[in-house]
């Protein structure tokens, strides 16, 4: 019997019980503060030192970098494991996934990594930790070692395209799985959302797991409303024994 490919495309859902909230939830953190969005949106960011300002405060005070992988993380890891083709699509920038033990060449980060952080002017790279050890050390607005220009946070902030290329690998992926599993999204941020609709259109079975309506859902084969944490280790033990219902 031919094993299933199975593309995991997760959202913030999925890391809560990690500690990290999520953003569009029914107590999300845009609904709780929507004057945080501008901390994340890329043209206030670069025009006002303000903004930066904040922004590497609400960085320093974020739980992501210091969050561990839950069951539901390690569950496609183990998956993975088990044999079975597994490719992670995720919209967390939070890395929990390959903390988690997914190879990270089996990871496809659409929204970019929190870990790490970037020059907008010269693109050089370093790691979040020592950008934020200077934030902690009383640099208000750290700047880039390499060329002074402005730092920030290596994730795709409202405002920025996503990378052209992982987005194409994840269309890709998407195209020749069997099985794809939605988790912890809302499914109403594009083109992340429109990768169901690919899946569906090309044949696969379809799941979605997350506590809230989505505008995918009647394109599923199966919705799951059950908490994530419990519900996916239990589907996914499903697909590592044989079954994709």
């Keep these: 019997m031919t094993k299933p490919l199975v593309a995991v495309l997760s959202g913030a859902g999925i890391s809560t019980d990690s500690g990290i909230p999520d953003y569009r939830g029914p107590n999300g953190l845009w609904r709780r503060d929507p004057e945080a969005e501008k901390?994340?949106?890329?043209?206030?960011?670069m025009a006002d030192p303000e903004?930066?300002?904040r922004s590497w405060q609400m960085r320093r005070k974020n739980r992501t970098l210091k969050a561990e992988p839950n069951a539901a993380h390690r569950a496609i890891?183990?998956?993975?494991k088990s044999g079975i083709p597994v490719r992670v699509i995720t919209?967390?920038?939070?890395?929990?996934?390959?903390?988690a033990g997914m190879p990270a060449r089996k990871v496809?980060?659409?929204?970019?990594?929190a870990r790490s952080v970037v020059c907008t002017r010269c693109h050089a790279r370093g790691p979040m930790e020592d950008a934020l050890a200077r934030v902690e050390a009383g640099e208000d607005d750290p700047d880039c070692r390499e060329c002074g220009g402005i730092l920030k946070s290596a994730t795709v902030m409202f405002g920025e395209r996503l990378d052209p290329v992982v987005l194409g690998e994840a269309v890709s992926i998407t195209k020749a799985c069997t099985v794809f599993v939605a988790v912890g999204s809302s499914l109403q941020v594009q083109?992340?959302?429109?990768?169901?609709?690919?899946?569906?259109?090309?044949?696969?079975?379809?799941?979605?797991?997350?506590?809230e309506p989505t505008p995918y859902d009647e394109l599923a084969d199966k919705v799951i409303r059950e908490p994530i944490g419990t519900a996916l280790p239990e589907l996914l033990h499903r697909f590592s024994a044989g079954g994709a219902s």
């Design 39 to 45: 901390l994340v949106t890329y043209e206030y960011y």
């Design 51 to 53: 903004i930066r300002r």
């Design 77 to 80: 890891a183990e998956l993975e």
């Design 91 to 99: 919209q967390n920038v939070d890395g929990l996934h390959q903390m």
């Design 108 to 113: 496809l980060e659409l929204h970019g990594s």
């Design 191 to 211: 083109p992340a959302a429109g990768l169901v609709g690919i899946a569906a259109d090309h044949g696969a079975h379809l799941v979605i797991v997350n506590a």
